[in-house]
């Protein structure tokens, strides 16, 4: 019989030697900090996707800072987004003084719904900021549709969806910026880090400098001599190191292969799963390939929390993605009311992750479900 040899977390980082023996040979060069393995690795990102521009940032969520910025998102400007995500989604719009509106989701696909943005819509809306929960795209081309006739910029939410794909492109060529996350959990990890993709080459211009403190080479710097430089806006140190920017160059070589384990692995889950009377699969998009970040069923009849003990105390992590974004007691404070979006509060009240990641081995894939079937088992027969 199969045991168990440690705690399986529901996402984790896959590093092998080579991942390791790039970030030393980094430590030996001259440049610790952004330097030329940034540079190169913003240009493997920016080709891999199939955009003009890649800015890279220290973590995901500055990364979205800059979008915001960029965007020219200021206090007073309405910001469209999804309950369900990491509380960050929501946050960028409150570095810039911007109010987040909450759109709910589609059952279906537990995406912002693009029906519902509409409704939303006000003089002051500036932008959606639409995710790509679990790695399965949001429904890209209703949202720039509703954002073209509207005059929106839209800021993709991609920190699921690297290497995701939306009707044969890279997720990340339909939005006006996209975001991609290298948290360890991430498709791809570089420790800490982020960036931004984009074609508007305004936006390019405003990120770099963001990410830099606001500094930027003017001519009259350059009148001056060449020790100077003008800080032109308030910006922020943002950068990404060379010893991650080196690590994520290694980890973009084995992305396409992280992906297909992940696919493998959700594939196994919904063959078995389907057929549970107490668990509802996600659903795939037609002319969509999910990056399977994230594997989320929904569990009917069965009590989420036995099912989440249960499956701890048999070393299984499972999870819960997300707590509705609103429901955060700086959310409350700021007068959002439960209720708010009732899709994503039901939805979120049956909501289980499964662990996925690229290093899970069939054997432990089929523990798992054993486990969870036998727990469904034994708490619907108690
Ligand atoms: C991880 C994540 C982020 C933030 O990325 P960091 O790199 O951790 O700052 C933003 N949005 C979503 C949906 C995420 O999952």
Known sequence: MFNLKEFISYGKQSIDEEDIQTVIDTLRSPNLTQGPKVTEFEQAVANYIGVKYAVAFCNGTAALHGACYAAGIVEGDEVITSPITFAASANCVRYVGGTVVFVDIDPETYNIDPKRIQEKITVETKAIIPVDFTGQPANMDEIMEIAKEHNLVVIEDGAHSFGAEYKG??????????????????????????????????????????????????????????????????????????????????????????????????????????????????????????????????????????????????????????????????????????????????????????????????????????????????????
């Open 169 to 382: 492109q890279k997720v990340g060529t339909q939005a006006d910026m996209t975001m991609f996350s290298f948290h360890p959990v991430k498709p791809i990890t570089t420790a800490e880090g982020g960036v931004i993709v984009t074609n508007n080459e305004e936006y390019y211009k405003k990120l770099l400098k963001f990410r830099s403190h606001g500094i930027e080479q003017t001519s009259y710097a350059q009148e001056q001599g060449g020790w100077y430089y003008e800080m032109t806006e308030l910006g922020y140190n943002y950068r990404m190191t060379d010893l991650q920017a080196a690590l994520g160059l290694s980890q973009m070589t084995k992305l396409d292969q992280f992906i297909e384990r992940r696919r493998e692995i959700a594939k196994l889950y919904t063959e078995t799963l389907k057929e549970i009377k107490y668990i509802i699969t996600p659903q795939q998009l037609d002319n969509t390939v999910s990056g399977w970040h994230l594997y989320m069923i929904q569990l009917k009849g069965v009590n989420r929390k036995y099912i989440f003990e249960e499956m701890h105390a048999a070393n299984i992590g499972v999870h819960v993605h997300y707590i509705p974004v609103y429901w955060h007691p700086y959310y409350q404070q700021l007068g959002y009311k439960k209720g708010l979006c009732p899709v994503a509060e039901d939805w979120y009240k049956n909501a289980l992750t499964l662990p996925i990641h690229p290093q899970l081995s069939d054997e432990e894939v089929t523990f798992i479900l054993n486990k969870l079937i036998l727990n469904i088992n034994e708490f619907a027969t108690k």
